[in-house]
Antibody, heavy 121, light 108 residues
Framework: EVQLVESGGAVVQPGGSLRLSCDAS????????MHWVRQAPGKGLEWISL????????YYAASVKGRFTISRDNGKDTLYLQMNSLRTEDTAFYYC??????????????WGQGTLVTVSS | DIQMTQSPSSLSASVGDRVTITCQAS??????LNWYQQKPGKAPKLLIY???NLETGVPSRFSGSGSGTEFTFTISSLQPEDFATYYC??????????FGGGTKVEMK
């Protein structure tokens, strides 16, 4: 059974930093691209970043580019999101998600339970 | 970036009703379109991929159709567990992968 478990969500002040982790199990982690998707309370879904299966390529939404960094450790089956220069508008539930395509990327067939990041003074 | 326009943003329906949601892409995305269901406090769940393919384990009352810029998601006979919010998502041109704004299906 595929499991994705996020951690690291917290309350942080504007301008602060936070690192989220996502522990994966139940599938061959290094066969699949991985994503971070966020959802502000009461709002819709926003894709924010993806990393290819080998970590060789990363992509970001314009809203986080230059502030957030996605990475992965295939030896530990763990996905990360380093978030710097946080803004109040970054307040959201952050989900890690597994891509549903083997050796490609396009969508999300498994999701974690989400971790809440609150940016507030 | 490709914009996904989903309609309606909400609808009221009764158990047994046929429910249809549409998603329009701002440019041709072929069939690179997925549909998700999200219940309150839960992560989204993939229902349909590549516009019309049912994800494993998803009931057959859910279906999807369309290609190019116009897509439709249908629940043939609404069940009590189907009251939720539904999202479309494109992956033809990325980044970014983009979602529609969501459709909340509420009980009439």
């Amino acid at each position: 059974e595929v499991q994705l478990v996020e951690s690291g969500g917290a309350v942080v002040q504007p301008g602060g930093s936070l690192r989220l982790s996502c522990d994966a199990s139940g599938f061959t982690f290094d066969d699949y691209a991985m994503h971070w998707v966020r959802q502000a309370p009461g709002k819709g879904l926003e894709w924010i970043s993806l990393i290819t299966w080998d970590g060789g390529d990363t992509y970001y939404a314009a809203s986080v580019k230059g502030r957030f960094t996605i990475s992965r450790d295939n030896g530990k089956d763990t996905l990360y999101l380093q978030m710097n220069s946080l803004r109040t508008e970054d307040t959201a539930f952050y989900y890690c998600a597994k891509d549903f395509l083997y050796d490609a990327f396009g969508g999300f067939d498994h999701w974690g339970q989400g971790t809440l990041v609150t940016v507030s003074s | 970036d490709i914009q996904m326009t989903q309609s309606p943003s909400s609808l009221s329906a009764s158990v047994g009703d046929r429910v249809t949601i549409t998603c329009q892409a701002s440019q041709d995305i072929k069939n690179y379109l997925n549909w998700y269901q999200q219940k309150p406090g839960k992560a989204p769940k993939l229902l349909i991929y590549d516009a019309s393919n049912l994800e494993t384990g998803v009931p057959s009352r859910f279906s999807g159709s369309g290609s190019g810029t116009e897509f439709t998601f249908t629940i043939s006979s609404l069940q009590p567990e189907d009251f939720a919010t539904y999202y479309c998502q494109q992956y033809d041109n990325l980044p970014p992968l983009t979602f529609g704004g969501g459709t909340k299906v509420e009980m009439k």
